[in-house]
Each structure stands twice: as C-alpha cells, then as structure tokens.
C-alpha cells in the first residue's frame, strides 16, 4: 500500500523555533516549539533548537516520508555562512531527513501565513520591525530590518529605546516622573526616588540617578531595551502622554517603512505580522486606524507563520495541494 508524503513547515525566530509536519491534505501529523532559531543572534544555539524541534515532530512519523519542506528563518543571511551552514545540515541530517530544507526569507512565510494571495506586502513589528513586497510568493523587495543599531523603526527595541529616553529627558529637566517614566527607572534603578521640586543637593541626586539609568542600559546587550516595550504598552492604557507619543510614533514609523514599498493605489493584500501589530496592542491598533487613510488593499493579519510555512511546503510538493480549504485548516 502507497504511503502518503508529507510536508515539514517551520519558522524560525528570535523568540522560538516551531515545526510543523502535514499530510498532503494539510492534516497535522507532527508539531513542536523549540527556543529561539535566528542564526544571527545565536548559531549554534538556533541550531540545537531547530534539531530539538525536528525530533519531537517527527517522532513517530518516518522522517523518510517528508517529501518538501519550507522554513522561514529571522536572520537567513547567516546560513551562507560555512559554519553556521554546517551546524543546520548535521541537525537537518540527525534527524533522518533526506530532502532540501527549503530555507525562505520569515517575510515570505508571514505573508503566507495571512493569505493565500501570490502578490501583496508584508508588514513584521516584533522585536525588530521590516517590510517586504512579495510577488508569484517570494521576496522581491525589504525595508529596513536593518537591526536594532541601524533601524527597525517602530519595533519593540524602538520602544524601548523611547521610553529610556523619555527617562532621561525627564530627569534632564528636572520634571516630576508621570506613569511611564516612573515605571522605566523602577525597571532599570530602584535607589532613589525623584523630588517633585528638586534642591541643589537632590539635582544631584537626579544626576546621579541618570549616570545610573545609562549604565544600566549600557550594560546590557542593547536590543534587550525591547523588554521595556511593555511599560510603554501599559502607561498608554494608563493614560500617560508621554508613552501615547512613542506609540503614534511607532506606527507612524512602520507606515513609512511600509511606504517605501507599496504604492498608495496598490490593491493586493497587506499582511500584518508580529506582536505589535495585532489589535491587542496599542501600535496595532493605532497602525490598523492609518491604514485605509494611506493605502488600498485589504488587511490580513498572520496568525501563524509555521502553518503559512507548511502550506507553501504544499505548494513546493505540488502546487495544486495549496488549496484555500488547505490554508484555513493551516493558518485559520
């Protein structure tokens, strides 16, 4: 008796790695989630995750069966590497799978994740934050995704950045510290606390405070500013203005780097792809209400980019199994 092929999808990011094994009528046969898999941060590590990942879904399933596979990888430039290439083919090896890995850009499996369409853009905001023109389901075009050092407008690390900042300006001026800035030096300097009309002598302690803030954040690597992405988040539910600035700015940040990328008349779908671009988020939110304002074309969200991974892995085996039925049952 014939035995069905099956298709492997993954995504591979900076948070986790997730692996995705489906039949050929887009039923799951294997999934897992392991740590981070973005070859740039950490190599060796996303490789170990991505082998991790691979074992638990395909345990119990003949790796010998999977017949095509698409992965998206945050960072995919690092597997030219000869080295980091070498550590993903020995875990791609151990875990008995003989046919191409299928290594894509994430943009292209985010895309996929929101619509079955072939043409369209793709907006990603999470940690870091980028845009892609997709056409016939691959990448043809990015803006910024350039890292935290260089750009990433908008992202959780922009956030988190503003909102030190924030901080600093406030301390600066000698100004009270609202909801935000109060939750940024509780996060990063719990010593003193900032006098409403600040002496001579608390000046200096201000001083010192700030000399404080900055070393702390100096210390650490500096796209971990994204873990105060949160403060922001909440001091805007809060009511702060300071943090309802950083958010308008945000979006109004992802929308001109989608801008640079799509023309205002375009009709294809925009998909939304990452934390801070889903309506629990007040980036989200305030993105989706630009939007229509800016651009033509509907707005899809990405609920997840191992489905679209693993639907595109269809379409690699033979295209007439990507069917729409099979998208929604994969990234409903």
Not at 148 to 168: H, I, K, P, T
Not at 267 to 284: C, R
Request: aromatic share 4%.
């Amino acid at each position: 008796m014939r035995t069905e092929s099956l298709v492997l999808g993954g995504d591979l990011g900076g948070t986790s790695t997730r692996i995705l094994v489906v039949g050929t009528d887009g039923r799951e046969h294997g999934r897992s989630t392991a740590g981070g898999g973005n070859p740039i941060s950490h190599p060796a590590g996303a490789a170990a995750a991505l082998g991790d990942a691979l074992r638990t879904a395909l345990a119990g399933v003949d790796p010998g069966r999977v017949k095509a596979s698409v992965i998206g990888v945050a960072g995919r430039l690092a597997l030219r590497t000869p080295l980091v290439a070498a550590q993903f083919g020995q875990a791609w090896a151990d875990a008995g799978l003989t046919c191409d890995p299928g290594y894509v850009s994430d943009l292209e499996v985010a895309f996929a994740a929101g619509t079955p369409e072939p043409d369209g853009t793709v907006l990603v905001a999470g940690t870091g934050a980028t845009a892609g023109a997709v056409t016939d389901h691959r990448l043809t075009r990015t803006a910024d995704g350039y890292g935290w050092l260089l750009g990433d407008d908008g992202s959780g690390f922009w956030l988190g950045r503003e909102a030190v900042r924030a901080a600093l300006h406030t301390l600066d001026a000698g100004e009270p510290p609202g909801h935000l800035v109060g939750s940024v030096l509780r996060e990063l300097d719990e010593a003193e606390t900032v006098d409403k009309v600040p002496s001579a002598q608390a000046r200096r302690g201000i001083d010192r405070r700030r000399d404080r803030v900055i070393q702390a954040v100096n210390s650490r690597p500096g796209v971990q500013l994204s873990a105060l992405a949160p403060l922001v988040t909440a001091a805007y539910r809060y009511g702060d203005p300071q943090a309802r600035s950083i958010v308008e700015r945000a979006a109004a940040a992802l929308l001109a780097t989608l801008s640079r990328i799509r023309d205002q008349g375009e009709t294809t779908p925009i998909v939304l792809a990452g934390s801070l671009t889903t309506d629990t988020s007040p980036v989200g939110t305030t993105l989706r209400t630009l939007l229509p304002a800016r651009f033509a074309g509907p707005v899809r969200p990405a609920r997840t980019g191992v489905g679209g991974a693993a639907w595109l892995a269809l379409a690699a085996l033979d295209p007439a199994l990507a069917t729409r039925e099979a998208h929604d049952r994969l990234c409903a």
